[in-house]
């Protein structure tokens, strides 16, 4: 014979209880009325290899978020690099510019003193 649960207070049987001793005449009443309920076994989750998969998708998860991690620090690292490779390089045509502006200063000063060894060389 099937089980029956009380879904509501009924007589002296409160929600959840299994409901026995009554005639099967007030447990169709019952039924019908929606106070009572057939009991079911709960189910046993399926063995289907969700909880595998689930298993196996969590620790995908896990490497790609350490990944992810790892590539946003080195994405950080690299720009702080290239950050200081643009100051460098900054730094390198400021110095250009500076010999360059010395260049033809200093070049006047070496033309003159070639021509002069030259012509003290003829004599």
Same mark, same amino acid.
């Given at each position: 014979?099937?089980?029956?649960?009380?879904?509501?207070?009924?007589?002296?049987?409160?929600?959840?209880?299994?409901?026995?001793?009554?005639?099967?005449?007030?447990?169709?009443?019952?039924?019908?009325?929606?106070?009572?309920? &057939?009991?079911? &076994?709960? #189910?046993?989750?399926?063995?289907?290899?969700? +909880?595998?998969?689930?298993?196996?998708?969590?620790?995908?998860?896990?490497?790609?978020?350490?990944?992810?991690? *790892?590539?946003?620090?080195?994405?950080? *690292?690299?720009?702080?690099?290239?950050?200081?490779?643009?100051?460098?390089?900054? #730094?390198?045509?400021?110095?250009?510019?500076?010999?360059?502006?010395?260049?033809?200063?200093?070049?006047?000063? *070496?033309?003159?003193?070639?021509? &002069?060894?030259?012509?003290?060389? +003829?004599?």
């Amino acid at each position: 014979m099937p089980k029956y649960i009380a879904r509501q207070s009924i007589g002296h049987f409160r929600p959840g209880q299994e409901i026995e001793g009554l005639e099967a005449k007030q447990l169709q009443a019952l039924l019908a009325s929606g106070a009572i309920e &057939e009991y079911q &076994e709960p #189910e046993e989750p399926k063995v289907d290899g969700t +909880a595998a998969r689930l298993a196996e998708l969590e620790k995908a998860n896990a490497e790609l978020t350490a990944t992810n991690t *790892t590539l946003t620090e080195a994405n950080q *690292t690299a720009a702080a690099d290239k950050a200081k490779a643009e100051q460098e390089v900054a #730094e390198l045509k400021a110095k250009v510019a500076e010999l360059e502006k010395a260049k033809p200063a200093s070049k006047s000063k *070496t033309s003159d003193k070639p021509a &002069e060894q030259g012509a003290e060389a +003829a004599k």
